[in-house]
Antibody
Framework: EVQLVESGGGVVRPGGSLRLSCAAS????????MSWVRQAPGKGLEWVSG????????GYADSVKGRFTISRDNAKNSLYLQMNSLRAEDTALYHC?????????????WGQGTLVTVSS | QSVLTQPPSVSGAPGQRVTISCTGS?????????VHWYQQLPGTAPKLLIY???NRPSGVPDRFSGSKSGTSASLAITGLQAEDEADYYC?????????FGGGTKLTVL
């Protein structure tokens, strides 16, 4: 069974940092690109960042560019999101998702998410 | 405000047909990027519903169908059931970055 399990969320003060992890199982991890998608409380989905199969190509939403860094460790079947200079508007449930497709990727499956709360 | 525009809400009675639109522009859907759809039941992670404009993953009932034309896409649900009550999101790309529509809440009356 394909499974994605996020961890690392918590409460952090504005300006602080947090590192999220996503443990993948049930598929050949380094065959796929991966992404982070977040959902603020009561709001819609927002793509945050994506990375290709070997980490050689990454992309970021304008809202997090320069503050967040996506990475992966294929030996550990793990995806990461380093979040620095956190703001109140970064408060959200962060999901990792597997990329599928070639040019116009879709996301399948999704993890259940880890909650990040930025508050003083 | 999302670059991909969806109606905030739609509703229908059991057995009816409803459609959810996703309107983009020449830089995203109109540029040839595919559109995908997700269903999010209350309190759960999103689930892939339609990929590549009109393809259903294994296990998704054929009551769900997708289409794309020009700068817009649509999700149609026929034979509406109570368990279809959920939030629905379209997703595509713009300048090679993924983006989602604002989401549509489907209420089954």
């Amino acid at each position: 069974e394909v499974q994605l399990v996020e961890s690392g969320g918590g409460v952090v003060r504005p300006g602080g940092s947090l590192r999220l992890s996503c443990a993948a199982s049930g598929f050949t991890f380094d065959d796929y690109g991966m992404s982070w998608v977040r959902q603020a409380p009561g709001k819609g989905l927002e793509w945050v960042s994506g990375i290709n199969w070997n980490g050689g190509s990454t992309g970021y939403a304008d809202s997090v560019k320069g503050r967040f860094t996506i990475s992966r460790d294929n030996a550990k079947n793990s995806l990461y999101l380093q979040m620095n200079s956190l703001r109140a508007e970064d408060t959200a449930l962060y999901h990792c998702a597997r990329d599928k497709g070639t040019q116009s990727n879709w996301f399948d499956p999704w993890g259940q998410g880890t909650l990040v709360t930025v508050s003083s | 405000q999302s670059v991909l525009t969806q109606p905030p809400s739609v509703s229908g009675a059991p057995g009816q047909r409803v459609t959810i639109s996703c309107t983009g522009s020449s830089s995203n859907i109109g540029a040839g990027y595919d559109v995908h759809w997700y269903q999010q039941l209350p309190g759960t992670a999103p689930k892939l519903l339609i990929y590549g404009n009109s393809n259903r993953p294994s296990g998704v009932p054929d009551r769900f169908s997708g289409s794309k034309s020009g700068t817009s896409a649509s999700l149609a649900i026929t034979g509406l059931q109570a368990e279809d009550e959920a939030d629905y999101y379209c997703q595509s790309y713009d300048s090679s970055l993924a983006l989602f529509g604002g989401g549509t809440k489907l209420t089954v009356l």
